[in-house]
Nanobody, 124 residues
C-alpha cells in the first residue's frame, strides 16, 4: 500500500489549507485513514481519523472545530481541511492507513502504512 500526501505550504495565521492523501495498492475502503503531525523537536501526534465503516471521525482536542477530515472512496483519497490555522499547527503532516481498534484509534503504532509527509508552516 502506498500513500502520497500533498497540499502543504506556507500560510499566515487564520488562513485555510487542504491536505490530500491518495492511496494505492489495496482497497481504500478497507482502512481507517488518519492524519498525524510532527513539529520540530516533538513527538508525532494524532490529528484526526475517519473510520472505514460508518465514517465516524475523531479529532485531537487542539484541532477540534478547526480541522475536518473527509474521504472519497471513489478517488481513494483522504482530505484534511484546516481552517483558522495557528502558528502551533506548524509541522510535517503525515497520512496513515490502518485497522486500529477503537480504544487505540489515536495511536500511531496502530497504523500500518504511512505517507511521506507534507510540510505545513503557519506564520504569525
Amino acid at each position: 500500500v502506498q500513500l502520497q500526501a500533498s497540499g502543504g505550504g506556507l500560510v499566515q495565521t487564520g488562513d485555510s489549507l487542504t491536505l490530500s492523501c491518495v492511496v494505492s495498492g489495496d482497497t481504500f475502503s478497507n482502512y481507517a485513514m488518519a492524519w498525524f503531525r510532527q513539529a520540530p523537536g516533538k513527538e508525532r501526534e494524532f490529528v484526526a481519523v475517519r473510520r472505514r465503516s460508518g465514517g465516524r471521525t475523531y479529532y485531537a482536542d487542539s484541532v477540534e472545530g478547526r480541522f475536518t477530515i473527509s474521504r472519497d472512496n471513489a478517488k481513494n483519497t483522504v482530505y484534511l481541511q484546516m481552517d483558522s490555522l495557528k502558528p502551533e499547527d506548524t509541522a510535517v503532516y503525515y497520512c496513515a492507513a490502518g485497522r486500529p481498534i477503537l480504544s487505540e484509534i489515536r495511536t500511531s503504532r496502530m497504523y500500518l502504512y504511512w505517507g511521506q509527509g507534507t510540510q505545513v508552516t503557519v506564520s504569525s
